[in-house]
């Protein structure tokens, strides 16, 4: 695949601060981060086109995507050219996004993926959405 036509996937603020990364340099491309996430999360377009991507089911709002690396956990979701504002800075028809990022807590129950599904719920209670 050529790296103009490579669907990137780049880290929020909010998964940055996760992360407790620093944001770079304007002229870095945040895909290039060098973080075990932000790496693992650019296979999630190429898996979600071969159908192998994992959902995480529990949050309703828009189709999110599990990333796993060793205890470290991420979701990526992909956002529509028309959510993808301002179109101007951009010809891709998609942007693909890691919005949060954790650790899994190993022998305490805690998963990444529900704590972030509980607090989407909690986020969006009374709303009438997640």
């Not at 944001?23 to 060098?34: T, V």
């Not at 022998?107 to 997640?130: C, I, M, P, Q």
């Amino acid at each position: 695949m050529s790296e103009s036509s490579r669907s990137f996937v780049r880290p929020t603020k909010r998964c940055l601060d996760d992360l407790e990364l620093r944001f770079p340099p304007l002229e870095q491309p945040l895909h290039d981060l060098k973080d075990p996430v932000v790496a693992k999360s650019q296979q999630v377009p190429q898996e979600v086109a071969a159908g192998g991507a994992e959902r995480i089911r529990a949050i309703e709002d828009r189709i999110w995507f599990k990333v796993k690396v060793g205890p470290c956990r991420g979701a990526v979701t992909e956002l529509a050219g028309s959510e993808a504002q301002p179109a101007e800075i951009t010809e891709a028809s998609a942007w693909w996004w890691l919005g949060a990022a954790g650790r899994r807590q190993e022998g305490s129950g805690t998963d990444f993926y529900r704590a972030l599904a509980d607090e989407v719920s909690r986020a969006g209670r009374g709303s009438g959405r997640t």
